[in-house]
């Protein structure tokens, strides 16, 4: 086969030497604008999992990386006048100039043919070769010649940053966050050969620009930053290798190949420097497209088919997107992390540490036990001192171990939550003319039982045009209270649950059909006059139009929303909830997409609140001083002209004025072609911006399933509670078999007693494709 590698990286010449190696009779050439000892930057940082792969592809390789590589296992943050040291993290340094020599050495001496100082700049290199492999890095010239064909995204990061080196050696992967007059300044430092460590310095636009570094040269900012850094440098200085300022670009593309051309490496995909995996995705998608084409293309063939090289490019793709993306989606969790330091400066060091370590979401609170067990025991112990402190009473472990986050208490006025595992409301649909019965109380019952420390009723509607559909629970009767002080009073006798409920109000998304039957489908005959913030139908094409509310309708809203409240006080509720998300009545006068009104209660966010802010004062005037409430919200409509993560801010400020004790941070469900960025806790950032910005508790939501989740987002403080829904349904127990992986002796209710003396043999078995 004839194989041009455009780009003599890491990716292009790892590629080139492992296809050799593959088959010595490959004519392979690497084309690299540089000559061979230019290098920018300065060392590159593999985990230990990565130089095991390296070792796996290729020993001799491996050999020669390995006998230059730093190796270091702690992780030190130093903030606030604060050094903490997290260990067991496993990480390796190397000089970029050395990989590449190595790898430069290793292809020639294999028989790649590396040619240097040549551009690269039209496509006529595809004409003489059956593969092309594009690995040109993040500026790509190759992918810009296929434009048209390739679709790239580049999302061009806010914060600046430079690439130093300098000799100071550093024993651990070291961060500084300091505060000066201009701005918070961050720095990610790691040796990387004895004697010589990479210093990258971040920072926001506004303090690049106050310290006049927009204007600065490269020897400049160096200067600047030595002195501002003097004390952490130790007197070594800093040096320079085009170390410009920039700003991170997180490059996605769409194909990765056509034609006979693939991209490999930078050129492909981006990924944030503090997850430090740039250099390993390269040399993964070297490793994997060496396999595709071994696999598919018939070594015998010099010329093989162009079927075949397809075949093998789109295996590369197959193979490689999902962990490629996976690692992007981490990547730009800690970019985050990253860009909103400043958010966290007031956090205790410990839980600044903690944060830093589990930005990603990739290291969680398991993790963390397992690389270093002490540096996890403070934590919790940090966690757990702090929630008596909160909960106003020291020392009230009833059990004699140190709780794991989630087991920690909270207060919320007088209601005291045993744990953080919160029940999320969810309808059951099987509710007669608005009273619950035998399945509600069976299905809160058996989940308080299961050990959450609330658990919230479902969607309870505050008048009967209020159902999204004839099925629903309601509270606009008296007797509708009555079944449910049964379920309230079963709760509070025979469990140290608590049990909150939501009310809510469908609006335009009233009158549907039960969720299995069709998600938000009107009903096809039998439904109701429906009212919403604005005149726009859910579905435009089937949707019945509801009518615009007047200020009468909204009296009328209102008095019900506070009968309700009366209700669920007397049904003696612990929480109450007002569900302002998804797209229901109250929701609809939030999101600009669903409220276009021109009146008072439309237009500007405080005005779009209003009507919301009228129920939840009607509601918090009839609830119990004592007892709190919450209010349910999307935070973001993932749709362009929608409810962005900032507005939600400022939705939490105004419910916080108005005496809400803690907001409850949906997203979405507002317009149906919404496009919502899923994936593992993808909601809980939003949770974690209102409770840094505003200062009021959290819950988080959304793709919470497992126990470390749980632990990590506490004891981050990304949240105060974690609201746990479809867990919850495949699993009532889940809190209890929390507790006993976790091997926490949490009580169990008499008649069970049995259990504690019982060890039980899960075996999950996993059969089928539930992707
Ligand atoms: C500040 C910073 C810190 C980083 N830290 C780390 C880290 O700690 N660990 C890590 O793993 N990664 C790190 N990276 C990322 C890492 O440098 C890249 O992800 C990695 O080098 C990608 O390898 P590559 O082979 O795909 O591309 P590159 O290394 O960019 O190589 C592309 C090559 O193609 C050549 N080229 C470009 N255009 C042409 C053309 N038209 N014709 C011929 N040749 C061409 C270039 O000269 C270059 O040599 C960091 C990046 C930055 C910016
Ligand atoms: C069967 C079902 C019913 C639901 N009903 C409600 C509801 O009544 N009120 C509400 O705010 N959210 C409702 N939801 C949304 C959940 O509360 C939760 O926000 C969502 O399922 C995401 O959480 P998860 O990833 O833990 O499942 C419902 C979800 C399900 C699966």
């Known amino acids: 086969m004839r194989i041009v590698c455009v780009g003599g990286g890491p990716g292009g010449l790892y590629f080139a030497l492992l296809m050799k190696k593959a088959d010595p009779r490959h004519q392979i050439t690497v084309i690299e604008r540089n000559r061979s000892d230019d290098t920018f930057g300065f060392g590159v940082v593999f985990s230990d999992a990565t130089m095991a792969a390296v070792a796996g592809a290729d020993s001799d390789t491996y050999g020669e990386i390995a006998h230059h590589l730093v190796h270091w296992d702690d992780i030190e943050v130093n903030y606030r006048g604060e050094r903490i040291v997290s260990s067991g993290h496993g990480f390796s340094g190397m000089s970029r100039h ?19 100082e040549r551009e690269v700049t039209s496509l006529d290199v595809c004409a003489a070769a059956d593969v092309v492999v594009a690995s040109d890095g993040a500026n790509s010239a190759m992918r810009r010649l296929l434009e048209g064909r390739i679709r790239t995204t580049m999302d061009v990061r806010a914060n600046r940053f430079v690439w130093l080196g300098t000799t100071k050696p550093f024993p651990a992967f070291t961060f500084y966050f300091k505060q000066t007059e201009h701005g918070l300044w961050r720095v990610h430092a790691y040796q990387y050969e004895p004697g010589r460590s990479t210093f990258i310095v971040e920072c926001r636009e506004e303090t690049w620009k106050a310290a006049g570094m927009d204007h600065g040269s490269e020897q400049e900012t160096a200067a600047f930053l030595e002195h501002l850094f003097a004390e952490e440098l130790d007197g070594h200085p800093l040096s320079v290798n085009r170390s410009i300022w920039r700003q991170f670009p997180t490059i996605r593309t ?7 051309v693939v991209l490999l490496g930078d050129a492909a995909h981006t990924a944030h420097f503090s997850v430090g995996s740039g250099t390993r995705m390269a040399m993964e998608d070297a490793v994997a497209l060496r396999d595709a084409l071994v696999e598919h293309v018939s070594p015998a063939s010099p010329s093989p088919a162009p ?4 075949s093998a490019l789109r295996t590369y793709e197959l193979r490689r997107r999902p962990p490629v993306e ?17 958010r966290y400066m007031s956090l205790d060091p410990l839980q600044f540490t903690f944060t830093l370590l589990t930005r990603s979401l990739r290291i969680t609170h398991e993790d963390l036990r397992v690389r270093d067990p002490r540096f996890l ?35 919320l006025r007088d209601l005291v939550l045993t744990n953080r595992v919160v029940v999320s409301p969810m309808c059951q649909y099987v509710a007669e003319d608005g009273t619950v019965g035998e399945w509600h109380l069976v299905h809160l019952g058996s989940r308080a039982m299961g050990g959450a420390g609330l658990v919230m009723a479902e969607m309870t509607d505050v008048s009967r045009e209020a159902r999204i559909s004839p099925w629903c629970a309601g509270l606009y009767q008296p007797e509708h209270a009555a079944r449910w002080k049964q379920i309230v009073d079963f709760v509070h006798r025979e469990t140290p649950a608590a049990i909150g409920v939501q009310l809510g109000h469908a609006g335009r998304k009233g009158a549907t059909q039960r969720l299995w039957e069709g998600d938000n489908e009107p009903l096809p005959h039998g439904g109701w006059p429906l009212m919403s913030a604005s005149p726009i139908p859910y579905f435009p094409d089937r949707s019945p139009v509801p009518r615009e509310m007047t200020e009468a309708d909204m009296s009328c809203v209102v008095a019900d929303f506070a009968r309700a409240s009366e209700l669920a006080r007397d049904a003696g509720f612990d929480l109450l909830e007002i569900h302002m998300a998804h797209g229901y009545l109250l929701a609809s006068f939030i999101s600009p997409l669903t409220n276009t009104r021109t009146d008072e209660y439309g237009g500007a966010l405080a005005n779009r609140m209003r009507f919301p802010l009228m129920v939840f004062d009607a509601c918090r005037e009839v609830w119990p ?21 900032e507005d939600a801010v400022e939705v939490a400020r105004l419910l916080e004025a108005h005496g809400c004790d803690i907001v409850d941070v949906s997203a ?7 496009r919502p960025a899923y994936g593992r806790l993808f909601q809980t950032p939003f949770a974690d911006r209102i409770r840094h910005e505003v200062g009021i508790a959290t819950m988080a939501l959304g793709n919470i399933s497992s126990y470390m989740d749980v632990n990590t987002i506490i004891a ?10 479809r867990a919850h349904l495949f699993d009532p127990y889940w809190t209890r078999h929390a507790a006993w992986m976790l091997g926490y002796p949490l009580p169990w209710p008499d008649p069970y007693k049995s259990v504690e003396r019982y060890t039980p043999r899960f075996e999950f078995r996993f059969s089928g494709d539930k992707s």
């Open 326 to 342: 996976s690692l992007q989606r981490a990547a730009q969790a800690s970019l985050h992390w990253f860009e909103d330091t400043e």
């Open 716 to 725: 981050a403080g990304r949240a105060d509670l974690c609201v746990l829904a």
């Open 307 to 310: 079927d075949a090289i397809a």
């Open 625 to 645: 001083d004592g007892r709190p409430m919450s209010a349910r919200i999307s935070a973001v409509d993932w749709m362009p002209g929608g409810m962005e993560p």
């Open 377 to 411: 025991a403070r934590v919790d112990e940090w966690v757990a001192r702090e929630a008596e402190r909160q909960v106003g009473v020291p020392n009230a472990r009833t059990l004699r171990v140190t709780p794991p986050p989630m087991f920690t208490p909270f207060r």
């Open 254 to 260: 769409e194909p990765w190949w056509t034609g006979n």
């Open 98 to 116: 050395t990989l590449l020599r190595v790898l430069q050495e290793q292809a020639c001496g294999a028989g790649v043919e590396v040619r240097f």
């Open 668 to 674: 979405g469900q507002t317009v149906p072609d919404q």
